[in-house]
């Protein structure tokens, strides 16, 4: 049944047989699958996600229209205009997106030797990245763009700050998927998780090419779409 | 998000997850009643605070000059903390942690939410938020005073009380509580999507459960605005970043700040501010639906339509927050349409009262305390709903912003209104929480005393408002074009105000009371229809439903079914276990 001949429907005659039968949300044995309401709840959760992300992205076009914001590429000298060490952690997530795809595999597999390289392996990449991150920090601090400098400056810095807590979060709750693993030995439980953690890594992923593309546009790219969305 | 420790869904109920010491039962609970009731009484204890502040406020507005403890600074420090905390932590805390925690897996059917740990760090979580904005108090400088809204750039320049330390405060606290909502609230819906009884369709779920539903989702999409602004304006007060602050001068000297825009605080505010009102007013929408139907014995008028219009109101209720922001100026296209949208929300809004009104067309109404209320808040919603209205419309607005005009109608649509369902819905479940009725006659008293007395407020104000008196003012000064009779209301205005304050003291001796003395209710008092009546136990223990979960096989206003014996049918009796009226019964229902 689709929403809308759910939302129709006629409570005060409705058919006990079908409700009885036809509730895709009533418990049932398929229902002891934890898995289920947990991928809800997760689809939800990125969805707020995905609001304070496309929240920040107005104000951050709204305010790069002020005549003090100085965009950090396009003219040749400025940082981003030759994103090399983006670039670089940009490969570096999709490393770890793509191990944690691959330990989903082998935890199916049950092949538990794989699925642990490639669960460190998922770990050690998402930390790389927080670090390569963090080294950018540095290094715009170091070339004098500042946090308070500029407004675009303090947007990359927020931005990024924002999506690298979000990353941290997963790594604790990868962790957690792991220990509790170890501590209950159930594979079955952890092919669920991990598909939890894999696509809430995917997620985080798109998130990242979109602030990638958004913080290293052009000036230029920020007018046309101001002008697009009316600013 | 994967903890699932004791599972919400199984049939057979497995003994050894009872929790067995007084901690583990009562403080670190993962039963969603224990956390709902825990979230009420926090929620209730910072309102009453908030309650003091206002009473304060209306002190210095009444009688002016003549309490040496209220300064222009304490006095706006008393404005906002009592806005901030009486909107998020007092109606958003209750309604959907307090009253949605303990009614979504009563109400649908399952044993608990289906993240309990979840739940309790949700809980936890909010408290930290409550002693956070609790702590400003104590700071040198003491709590912003900056209104609820928080403007930038007054917010966080010298000069506004609490521009120092208490701002910051208000920010974390404020990002904490989303931090606690979010957890909540991804629980909520979660459990009303997964975890409902077999049987029970969406459409067959109570309105209240649809009103708590819709409320959440709205919270979960709005409350990142807030944190989106919380952050940055945290960005511009401790790291010297502009995306709020202009360059301007403050006493006399220029800011380290330049280019930032004001005006997007406002929209990222609003664009929060709003759906806040729903998520208010929805659950209470719910709520006082299934009081007006248990309490008239009669099937809610237009079902359907309830629901529809529900689900209208929330995703209306996020392309009209720039009505509140006629004054800061913006593209008369713009005025336009946000008066536009404004105005279509009346319609779904509009039903609901029709529907309301026609539910109790001819029932057969028992005026108990709980529908007493109810009855109540149609006066006091349609009352601020209209006033809403005109202010929706631009010309109508530009006059009268920012006078008491505005303050009565918020405090209608959005203070009273949601309070009176509050107390409907206290009354009405108290018996399910406690297993005992809260007394009748105090009830009674507590309901006239409320009712008239914030008519005895708030009408006046809608007065002084046409006047010009504008709000947030410490104290009028020498106003030509205000008469001094508008003193004379202020003071009646602040005698109403202390009276109707100290009433509340009456309901919450009650409270107190009744959980100890007063009458035993039984399961179902009100001879309800929805599950939540039907739990073997009153109060339900862990676990809700003993070894079996109902099935539902019905909708949730089967009152007064023609050719029944009872005048209700509970949602999980099977259509062959309805009795029906022998000869003799008829032979009496002729006859009465």
């Given amino acids: ?231 | 998000m994967t903890e699932m420790t004791h599972t919400a869904i199984a049939d057979q109920e497995d003994d050894s997850h009872h929790p067995k010491s007084f901690i583990s039962k009562y403080i670190w609970s993962q039963d969603h009643k224990v956390i709902a009731i825990q979230y009420s009484i926090t929620a209730i204890a910072v309102g009453l605070v908030a309650l003091v502040l206002s009473g304060m406020m209306r002190l210095q507005l009444g009688f002016p000059d003549q309490f040496s403890f209220i300064d222009p600074s304490a006095y706006l420090q008393f404005v906002t903390m009592h806005g901030m905390i009486m909107v998020i932590y007092l109606l958003t805390a209750l309604l959907l942690g307090g009253f949605g925690n303990y009614l979504i897996p009563l109400m649908v059917g399952t044993r608990d939410m289906v993240f309990p740990y979840l739940n309790m760090l949700s809980y936890w979580t909010y408290l930290l938020a409550v002693i956070v904005l609790m702590a400003s108090f104590f700071v040198a400088g003491g709590t912003t005073g900056a209104g609820w809204t928080l403007y930038p750039p007054q917010a966080i320049l010298e000069g506004t009380p609490g521009a120092d330390k208490g701002i910051i405060f208000m920010l974390v606290s404020l990002a904490i509580f989303i931090v606690a909502f979010t957890m909540g609230g991804l629980n909520y819906v979660t459990t009303v999507l997964q975890a409902r009884a077999k049987g029970m369709t969406l459409m067959r779920m109570p309105l209240t459960i649809w009103g708590i539903f819709i409320a959440t989702i709205l919270g979960l999409l709005a409350f990142p605005a807030l944190l989106v602004s919380a952050i940055m304006m945290i960005f511009d007060k401790l790291l010297g970043t502009s995306f709020f602050m202009p360059a301007i001068l403050s006493l006399g000297e220029a800011v380290d700040h330049s280019g930032g825009s004001p005006i997007l605080f406002q929209h990222l505010f609003w664009f929060f501010g709003h759906p806040e009102v729903y998520i208010v007013a929805l659950p209470a929408f719910g709520m006082v639906s299934d009081v007006l139907a248990t309490h008239a014995r009669k099937n809610i008028f237009g079902y359907r339509m309830m629901v529809w219009a529900i689900v209208a109101i929330g995703g209306l209720s996020f392309v009209v927050w720039a009505h509140h922001m006629y004054v800061s100026g913006m593209n008369p296209y713009f005025g336009f349409f946000f008066a536009t949208t404004t105005l279509i929300i009346a319609v779904p809004t509009a039903i609901k009262v029709y529907n309301w009104i026609l539910t109790l067309w001819r029932g057969n109404i028992h005026l108990t305390v709980p529908m007493l209320f109810a009855i109540g808040f149609i006066f006091t919603f349609t009352h601020g709903g209209l006033t809403g209205l005109m202010l929706g419309n631009v010309v109508v607005d530009l006059p009268l912003s920012d006078t008491y005009f505005v303050v009565a109608h918020f405090h209608m649509v959005m203070g009273v209104s949601p309070v009176m369902v509050l107390f409907a819905a206290i009354y009405h479940w108290f018996p399910k929480v406690t297993g005992r009725f809260l007394n009748t006659s105090l009830g009674k008293f507590h309901f006239w005393g409320t009712f008239l007395g914030t008519y005895a407020i708030y009408l006046p104000m809608h007065y002084l408002g046409f006047l010009g008196v504008p709000r947030r003012y410490y104290a009028m000064g020498n106003t030509d074009f205000i008469p001094e009779s508008a003193q004379a209301l202020n003071a009646s205005i602040t005698v109403s105000a202390i009276i109707v304050g100290v009433i509340q003291v009456v309901f919450v001796m009650n409270v107190i009371w009744s959980v100890f003395k007063g009458k035993k209710s039984g399961h179902n008092p009100w001879n309800a229809t929805t599950l939540e009546w039907q739990t073997e136990h009153t109060p339900p223990r862990h676990g809700n439903w003993g070894k079996n979960l109902p099935v539902v096989h019905r909708w949730a206003y089967d009152y007064s079914v023609p050719n029944v014996k009872e005048d209700f049918i509970p949602q999980n009796v099977a259509p062959e276990h309805v009795i029906m009226m022998d000869e003799q019964d008829k032979h009496n229902e002729e006859k009465t």
């Fill in chain 1, 1 to 231: 049944m689709n929403i809308f001949q759910k939302l129709t429907e006629k409570p005060w005659l409705a058919d006990d047989k079908l409700a009885l039968e036809g509730n895709s949300g009533s418990v049932s044995s398929a229902q002891l699958n934890t898995s289920t309401p947990a991928k809800t709840a997760l689809y939800f959760f990125l969805s707020v996600v995905s609001v304070l992300f496309l929240l920040f992205t107005i104000t951050f076009l709204s305010r790069s229209q002020a005549v003090d914001f100085q965009a950090l590429a396009g003219e040749p000298w400025l940082p981003f205009s030759q994103p090399t060490s983006l670039w670089f952690n940009t490969g570096i997530l999709l490393l770890a997106s793509i191990s944690l795809q691959l330990s989903v595999l082998f935890s199916r597999q049950k092949k538990t030797n794989h699925l642990l390289i490639m669960l460190v392996l998922a770990t050690l990449f998402s930390a790389t990245f927080l670090i390569g991150q963090y080294t950018v920090w540095q290094q715009l601090t170091l070339s004098g763009y500042a946090l308070n400098e500029n407004p675009a400056n303090s947007f990359f810095y927020l931005l990024t700050g924002i999506h690298g807590l979000h990353l941290l979060g997963g790594i604790f709750a990868l962790v957690r998927v792991v220990w509790i693993f170890w501590s209950k030995n159930k594979t079955q439980s952890l092919t669920a998780s991990l598909r939890l953690c894999t696509t809430y890594w995917h997620y985080l992923l798109v998130v990242w090419l979109f602030l990638f593309a958004l913080l290293t546009a052009t000036p230029e790219t920020y007018r046309t779409i101001a002008l697009f969305c009316g600013f």
